[in-house]
Every structure is written in C-alpha cells, then in structure tokens.
C-alpha cells in the first residue's frame, strides 16, 4: 500500500494486486470518488439533519442523540482494520460486497419506527460506511499507475471539505424538495454504482489465508472498540454534564482499559497488527499530530461557521448552505488543481504551511465575530477555509506517505484513519463542549454588571418595556426582563463562539510549529520535480536566455 513499495522511477506502475493488474483503473478511481464521497456526505447529512430525523422517526432528543452516536462510533470501530482485511480478503469482497448490503439498509430505514430495531440498523450501517473510505487508499496504491497517485489521493483528501460545505446545503434540498427519507436513500443510488465499479476496476483477489491464519484478531478488536467507546464518551458528555453521567464515565473507562489492553497485546502477540512503535518515527509520528491539528483547526468550517448561522442569526441549513457551498465548496473544483500542480515542483512542508497558515488567517477574522454578523459576512472566512481545505490535507497525507514503511503499511492505515475519522468526530464533540461552558462562563461575567436597580438597566428595562406596552400593559414588564435575559445569553453565545475561532486559531499555530520540525522525506513516487527555468525556457524557445 505505501509508496515505497512503488517499482523504481523507470516504471509507471505501483505494487500490484495479487490478483493481478486493474481491468480498468478508470472505474477504480470512480470508485475511490463514490466511496470517499459517499462516506463523507452520509456522515454530514446525519448529523447536521439530525433535527428531521428526530420529526420523522418520533424520536425524544435523547434518543436522536443516541442515533448520531451509534451511527459514527461504529463506523471508528471497523474503519482501522479496513487496510488489513482488504489485504487479507481482497478489495472485492471488502469494499463490493459491503456497498451492496449498505445499499439494502439505507432503503429499509426510513421504514423503521421500532427505535431498538433503528439502533441495530443505525450500526450495522455505519460499520458498513466504515469500509469505504479506508479501501480507497488501497485502490489507489494497488490499482492505479503511478501518475494517478496523486490526483486520485486528492479526491480523497478534499472529501472532507467538500463535504462539510455542501451537505448543508443537500440537507436543504432534500428535507424541503425530495423528503427526509433520502438523508438515507442516496446511498441506495450510489452504493450499487460503487460496488459495479470496484468490481470493474480491481482484479479479483485470491483469499490470503497465511495472513489470516496469524491475524491478530483481538488487536483488531480491542483497537477498535476502545476508539469507539471513547469517542460515544466524550459524544455523549456534553449533553450528559461528563463526570456526573455514569454511562459517560463508563465509557470513557471502559475505552481506556481497552486501549491499555491493545498496548499490551500489541507488545505480546507474534505478528502484531498495528504495533504502535510505528509512532516513534519521528516523521510518521509528527505527520499524524499534524492531521489531528489540522482536523481540529478545521472545526471552524465543520462546526462554527454553520452552528452560529444556526444558533445566532437562526437560518435553516437550506439558508445557511448556499454560503458554504458557493464559497466553500466549489471554489475547490479550481484550488484542488492548483494544490496537485504545486506538490509537483514543490516540498508538500511549503504547500502545508500555506494551507495552514490560512486556516489560521481565516480564524483570526473570526475574532472578530459580533452578534450583527449576517450570512454574507462570513464569506471572506469560508473562502480562506476553502483554500484551507485544498493545500493542507492533501500535504499532510503525501508527507505520510512520502515517509512510511511498506512493512507496516497497514499499520499506518490503522493510526491515519484513527486520526482522520475519529479526531474528526471526537473534535466536534469537544468543540461543543467548549462553546457550553464558555458561553456558561461568560454569561455569569455579563450577569455580573447587570444588576437590579442599577441606572443603566433600569433605562434598558424602561425603554423595552415601553415597547412591549402596546402588545399588552400587564405583560410588558416580564416580556422585558425576559428580552434583556436574551440579549444577554445571545451575547454570551457570541463570545464563546469567538473563543471558539480563537481555540482553532492556536491549532493552528501548533500545527506549523510542527510542520517545522518535520525533516525531508527520502526520495520516492512524491517526490517533488523542482522545476528548472533555463530547462523550461530551452523547451520552449530551443535557446538559452540572454
């Protein structure tokens, strides 16, 4: 799977599958399109449309928060072992197979109204989503000739981004046009295209039965379900107050006991999967901080932009989407380009840098946030956090890749998609967390300078109250205090969501002080061709420059 196990410059073709090469690799990369996209857009759309999908299946706000959480913690529980079991199994039967059975359910649930019977489905479900986009680095590195690495590993890099600025706006159409229901049947549609073209574009792969005889099955597992349980922990805290829910300290113990345990299976077991000294590669090491930062810096697209749009200026995810889709999204059809052009000719640290450099010039502007803010305001932010989105993780994973061992391939697939998928998830339940307790925090230091009987508020009260009289003289007073109680916790809210940007801000900061002690990758597939003006200029006009 890792670059090094490429054949030498000479040649145009990676290390191939063992059944052989890819019929058509044209279909593979289709492939890598649906099953990345696929898996991103269904994450988001249950999330940000979790409110319908309260409506629809009757469900109390406990409940609908227990539906999120089943449906992204199973997909952390598979998704780590999916580079070790297409390895074992072949991508045919990992990636085709699933897409077909995922197919089914996404048809059958909007029929569901027995909630336990939801909850099954709901997992069953994410740990199928959980397949695809492991597997696609898999179809790139096995399936593809060299000089598609890099534009297929960008289509999986700016997944994430397109995803996070177009989903709200598919939220939208869906709920207002199509109904509910295809939150979940997109993927009816666009699982059995995948599943053709995985089947069209990777040979068909014999079962590897010497690596299953020594798989390490219970590192698997217990790797796994301490990811998962971990992340339902942290998921579930914000709404349950932490250390005062016994299911959330149930769970975040019961993740740590199982992490301890994979530790000490990993050091005891023969062939261990995913041992985790591949970490203290200094490179490899970093190069997985980076992502998380980066994926945590990045909530400020995934988490404040849309959620103040929502919770301040209160829009619909149709009003809201058009910003990130517009000037979020589709800028990307022209930057991603430009980030693949530039790693050519360029060390991936300069192009990481830029991107991360403007994520954090994106947050600062966000600092600047007040409560009069509209939709049109952000767009300088969300255009900023689109250039974000296409120079920084696509990067980041050429650097992983450009510094891996084709020895521990699929224990790097293992880490990289803990800190891809669950650093994602775990990130946003800790950003709300954040903004609770800021907001918590500064409306009691507002609170504090409002006092009963002090001139100034009483002024306040006077003038609301008078405006409240013609709607009624014997509610105006209370419909005052009650107005003034708003505008301060909408303040409050206003200042923690600066919080918020300035948190992401220093990320940031802390993912370029890490990018700086990243050291040059050994020569391979990525390495960037510095391009030469005199060769350029000889090209073009056959004579040297005067």
Same mark, same amino acid.
């Given at each position: 799977?890792?670059?090094?196990?490429?054949?030498?410059?000479?040649?145009?073709?990676?290390?191939?599958?063992?059944?052989?090469?890819?019929?058509?690799?044209?279909?593979?990369?289709?492939?890598?399109?649906?099953?990345?996209?696929?898996?991103?857009?269904?994450?988001?759309?249950?999330?940000?449309?979790?409110?319908?999908?309260?409506?629809?299946?009757?469900?109390?706000?406990?409940?609908?928060?227990?539906?999120?959480?089943?449906?992204?913690?199973?997909?952390?529980?598979?998704?780590?072992?999916?580079?070790?079991?297409?390895?074992?199994?072949?991508?045919?039967?990992?990636?085709?197979?699933?897409?077909?059975?995922?197919?089914?359910?996404? &048809?059958?649930? !909007?029929?569901?109204?027995?909630?336990? @019977? +939801? #909850?099954?489905? /709901?997992?069953?479900? *994410? %740990? $199928? =989503?959980?397949?695809?986009?492991?597997?696609?680095?898999?179809?790139?590195?096995?399936?593809?000739?060299?000089?598609?690495?890099?534009?297929?590993?960008?289509?999986?890099?700016?997944?994430?981004?397109?995803?996070?600025?177009?989903?709200?706006?598919?939220?939208?159409?869906?709920?207002?046009?199509?109904?509910?229901?295809?939150?979940?049947?997109?993927?009816?549609?666009?699982?059995?295209?995948?599943?053709?073209?995985?089947? &069209?574009?990777? !040979?068909?792969?014999?079962?590897?039965? @010497? +690596? #299953?005889?020594? /798989?390490?099955?219970? *590192? %698997? $597992? =217990?790797?796994?379900?301490?990811?998962?349980?971990?992340?339902?922990?942290?998921?579930?805290?914000?709404?349950?107050?932490?250390?005062?829910?016994?299911?959330?300290?149930?769970?975040?113990?019961?993740?740590?006991?199982?992490?301890?345990?994979?530790?000490?299976?990993?050091?005891?077991?023969?062939?261990?999967?995913?041992?985790?000294?591949?970490?203290?590669?200094?490179?490899?090491?970093?190069?997985?901080?980076?992502?998380? &930062?980066?994926?945590?810096?990045?909530?400020?697209?995934?988490? +404040?932009?849309?959620?103040?749009?929502?919770?301040?200026?209160? =829009?619909?995810?149709?009003?809201?989407?058009?910003?990130?889709?517009?000037?979020?999204?589709?800028?990307?059809?022209?930057?991603?380009?430009?980030?693949?052009?530039?790693?050519?000719?360029?060390?991936?640290?300069?192009?990481?840098?830029?991107?991360?450099?403007?994520?954090?010039?994106?947050?600062?502007?966000?600092?600047?946030?007040?409560?009069?803010?509209?939709?049109?305001?952000?767009?300088?932010?969300?255009?900023?956090?689109?250039?974000?989105?296409?120079?920084?993780?696509?990067?980041?994973?050429?650097?992983?890749?450009?510094?891996?061992?084709?020895?521990?391939?699929?224990?790097?697939?293992?880490?990289?998609?803990?800190?891809?998928?669950?650093?994602?998830?775990?990130?946003?339940?800790?950003?709300?967390?954040?903004?609770?307790?800021?907001?918590?925090?500064?409306?009691?230091?507002?609170?504090?300078?409002?006092?009963?009987?002090?001139?100034?508020?009483?002024?306040?009260?006077?003038?609301?109250?008078?405006?409240?009289?013609?709607?009624?003289?014997?509610?105006?007073?209370?419909?005052?205090?009650?107005?003034?109680?708003?505008?301060?916790?909408?303040?409050?809210?206003?200042?923690?969501?600066?919080?918020?940007?300035?948190?992401?801000?220093?990320?940031?900061?802390?993912?370029?002080?890490?990018?700086?002690?990243?050291?040059?990758?050994?020569?391979?597939?990525?390495?960037?061709?510095?391009?030469?003006?005199?060769?350029?200029?000889?090209?073009?006009?056959?004579?040297?420059?005067?």
């Amino acid at each position: 799977m890792a670059p090094n196990d490429a054949a030498p410059a000479t040649s145009d073709r990676g290390p191939l599958s063992r059944g052989g090469i890819a019929p058509q690799p044209l279909f593979a990369v289709g492939a890598v399109l649906l099953g990345s996209f696929l898996a991103n857009f269904d994450s988001r759309l249950t999330s940000v449309g979790l409110p319908d999908l309260r409506g629809a299946f009757s469900l109390s706000f406990d409940e609908g928060a227990w539906l999120s959480t089943a449906a992204i913690g199973s997909q952390i529980l598979v998704a780590p072992a999916v580079a070790w079991l297409a390895t074992a199994f072949g991508l045919r039967r990992v990636l085709g197979i699933p897409s077909l059975i995922y197919a089914v359910i996404s &048809l059958i649930i !909007p029929f569901v109204h027995d909630y336990p @019977t +939801l #909850i099954a489905l /709901a997992i069953v479900h *994410g %740990m $199928l =989503l959980g397949t695809f986009v492991p597997a696609t680095l898999m179809i790139i590195f096995r399936n593809l000739p060299i000089r598609w690495w890099l534009p297929a590993i960008s289509i999986y890099s700016i997944r994430v981004g397109f995803a996070l600025d177009s989903s709200t706006s598919l939220v939208g159409f869906y709920v207002e046009h199509l109904g509910w229901q295809w939150l979940y049947w997109q993927g009816v549609v666009l699982a059995p295209l995948m599943a053709l073209m995985v089947y &069209l574009g990777t !040979p068909n792969e014999p079962v590897n039965r @010497t +690596l #299953i005889e020594d /798989a390490d099955w219970g *590192g %698997m $597992l =217990l790797l796994g379900s301490a990811v998962s349980m971990i992340y339902a922990g942290l998921d579930q805290g914000n709404r349950l107050d932490w250390l005062q829910s016994g299911t959330v300290m149930a769970l975040l113990a019961s993740g740590a006991v199982l992490f301890a345990m994979f530790l000490v299976n990993e050091t005891l077991v023969r062939q261990p999967w995913a041992h985790f000294n591949v970490l203290f590669s200094r490179n490899i090491g970093i190069s997985l901080a980076v992502i998380l &930062l980066y994926t945590l810096t990045s909530l400020s697209n995934a988490s +404040l932009v849309p959620n103040f749009l929502g919770t301040i200026t209160q =829009l619909r995810p149709e009003q809201s989407g058009s910003l990130l889709l517009i000037y979020g999204a589709l800028p990307m059809i022209v930057l991603v380009p430009l980030s693949i052009a530039a790693l050519r000719h360029v060390d991936p640290r300069v192009v990481v840098v830029l991107g991360l450099a403007t994520f954090a010039a994106a947050n600062l502007l966000g600092t600047q946030l007040t409560h009069a803010w509209a939709r049109e305001d952000f767009i300088p932010i969300v255009l900023l956090q689109s250039i974000g989105q296409a120079f920084t993780l696509l990067p980041i994973i050429i650097m992983a890749l450009s510094n891996s061992d084709p020895a521990r391939a699929t224990t790097f697939a293992a880490y990289i998609q803990i800190m891809r998928l669950g650093g994602a998830e775990i990130g946003v339940a800790l950003m709300g967390t954040w903004l609770r307790v800021r907001e918590q925090v500064h409306s009691a230091y507002l609170g504090l300078n409002i006092q009963s009987g002090d001139p100034d508020v009483m002024r306040v009260l006077q003038r609301l109250a008078g405006y409240f009289t013609g709607h009624g003289a014997g509610q105006a007073k209370a419909r005052a205090v009650g107005t003034l109680a708003a505008q301060v916790q909408r303040e409050a809210n206003v200042l923690a969501y600066i919080d918020g940007f300035w948190l992401c801000f220093w990320l940031a900061i802390a993912a370029l002080v890490l990018v700086a002690l990243i050291t040059r990758a050994p020569p391979g597939p990525f390495s960037p061709t510095p391009i030469s003006l005199r060769s350029a200029w000889l090209r073009r006009f056959g004579s040297s420059p005067t």
